[in-house]
């Protein structure tokens, strides 16, 4: 695996330092060692090693979940926003953290990243156009079921020539990608006049990473590359043209049940999590006592606090100290 971890900020410029030493892939358990620097003037950290492009296939078809295909549950998901009180469930839950939610009727809408394309049908649904974009090939058989436009590759190809957009999407995107600045400058040509980009992405200056540390589940190294802030993140969006017309956090509470979950969790490097399977927190048979008492106290925590994770998350994101920012981009 090659290393090419910027040497000096890429949102500032200004130098970093070490921050976390000796991280690893605590979800997955695919190998290797990392650490995470940080900039001593705007905090934007970095993973380090950085792993290069030609890496990143190789490491996402071995470790990263596939999906499953599911068409019936997909279709029925994509429903669900159709029906009474959908918006409110969404605030409720934090599930609202997604860019393509601010869509409008008859609008044309590219999703980078379109995953399963519930977000296509979403849209879809919601009155809208909608293209998608995404690595991986089994999505091809999804959007041909569902007679929707995707591309399977990159916007780096170009895709959907002479097709412009008034909504470009990047759902929990931003921070997979190694040159951030370079995507975000091909995505404005694709812009309409007035048009807008979205990005949801995980706050590096959230008040749950202060809490949770080297534990953050969003680190989630070494998938993660970058690891932005509110004020980190202008500085890289005006590097490729843009200004931030709004920034708000917006937790999904399912992100903080996984995360009382993952703190329960023992991990050693090369080894998956179960919290991520739905097991349960695994205890190895040599953990000591105390932390086998931590893993029943994680387990019982994340029962009881399921009422609570809700109006603690819509606080901390009126605060905009939450888990994941919603930034929405206008061209300068
Ligand atoms: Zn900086």
């Given at each position: 695996?090659t290393?090419?971890?910027?040497?000096?900020?890429i949102a500032?410029?200004g130098?970093?330092?070490?921050?976390?030493?000796?991280i690893?892939?605590?979800?997955?358990g695919?190998?290797?060692?990392?650490?995470?620097?940080?900039?001593?003037?705007?905090s934007?950290?970095?993973?380090?090693?950085?792993?290069?492009?030609?890496d990143?296939p190789?490491?996402y078809?071995?470790?990263?979940p596939?999906?499953e295909?599911?068409?019936?549950?997909?279709?029925?998901?994509?429903?669900?926003?159709l029906?009474?009180?959908?918006?409110?469930?969404?605030?409720r839950?934090?599930?609202?953290n997604?860019?393509?939610?601010?869509?409008?009727?008859?609008?044309?809408?590219l999703?980078?990243?379109?995953?399963?394309?519930?977000?296509?049908?979403?849209?879809?649904?919601?009155?809208?156009?909608?293209?998608g974009?995404?690595?991986?090939?089994?999505?091809?058989?999804i959007a041909d079921h569902?007679?929707?436009t995707?591309?399977?590759?990159?916007?780096?190809?170009?895709?959907?020539?002479?097709v412009?957009?008034?909504l470009?999407?990047l759902?929990?995107?931003?921070?997979?990608?190694?040159d951030?600045?370079a995507?975000?400058?091909?995505?404005?040509?694709?812009?309409?006049?007035?048009?807008?980009?979205?990005?949801?992405?995980?706050?590096?200056?959230?008040l749950?990473k202060?809490?949770?540390?080297?534990?953050?589940?969003?680190?989630h190294?070494?998938?993660?590359l970058?690891?932005?802030?509110?004020?980190?993140?202008?500085?890289?969006?005006?590097?490729?043209?843009?200004?931030?017309?709004?920034a708000?956090?917006?937790?999904?509470?399912?992100?903080?049940?996984l995360?009382?979950?993952?703190?329960?969790?023992?991990?050693?490097?090369?080894?998956a999590?179960?919290?991520?399977t739905?097991?349960?927190?695994?205890?190895p048979?040599?953990a000591?006592?105390?932390?086998?008492?931590?893993?029943?106290?994680?387990?019982?925590?994340?029962?009881?606090?399921?009422?609570?994770?809700?109006?603690?998350?819509?606080?901390?994101d009126?605060?905009?100290?939450?888990?994941?920012?919603?930034?929405?981009?206008?061209?300068?």
């Amino acid at each position: 695996m090659t290393a090419q971890t910027p040497p000096t900020c890429i949102a500032c410029g200004g130098p970093t330092r070490l921050y976390i030493e000796e991280i690893w892939d605590d979800r997955y358990g695919s190998p290797g060692k990392f650490s995470i620097r940080k900039c001593d003037r705007c905090s934007q950290m970095v993973t380090s090693p950085m792993l290069a492009e030609t890496d990143l296939p190789a490491l996402y078809s071995r470790y990263y979940p596939r999906r499953e295909v599911d068409l019936d549950a997909i279709r029925k998901e994509a429903d669900a926003v159709l029906l009474e009180g959908a918006a409110e469930k969404r605030q409720r839950e934090g599930t609202d953290n997604q860019g393509h939610y601010l869509v409008k009727p008859g609008q044309r809408v590219l999703d980078i990243g379109c995953g399963s394309c519930v977000s296509l049908l979403e849209v879809r649904n919601l009155g809208a156009e909608s293209w998608g974009i995404e690595t991986d090939p089994n999505v091809r058989a999804i959007a041909d079921h569902f007679g929707l436009t995707v591309h399977i590759g990159s916007i780096h190809d170009n895709p959907f020539p002479g097709v412009d957009f008034d909504l470009i999407v990047l759902n929990q995107v931003i921070e997979h990608v190694p040159d951030p600045i370079a995507l975000l400058k091909l995505v404005r040509g694709r812009l309409r006049p007035g048009g807008k980009v979205v990005l949801a992405f995980p706050n590096a200056g959230s008040l749950n990473k202060r809490v949770s540390r080297r534990q953050w589940i969003n680190w989630h190294i070494p998938y993660h590359l970058h690891h932005y802030n509110k004020r980190s993140f202008a500085l890289i969006a005006r590097q490729a043209g843009y200004r931030v017309a709004s920034a708000r956090t917006i937790t999904p509470n399912v992100w903080t049940m996984l995360q009382l979950r993952a703190f329960g969790d023992v991990t050693a490097e090369g080894q998956a999590s179960t919290a991520w399977t739905g097991a349960g927190p695994s205890i190895p048979k040599d953990a000591s006592f105390a932390m086998r008492w931590k893993n029943r106290f994680a387990t019982r925590a994340t029962g009881l606090a399921h009422g609570l994770i809700g109006p603690i998350n819509r606080v901390a994101d009126r605060l905009g100290m939450g888990d994941s920012l919603l930034v929405e981009l206008v061209r300068e």
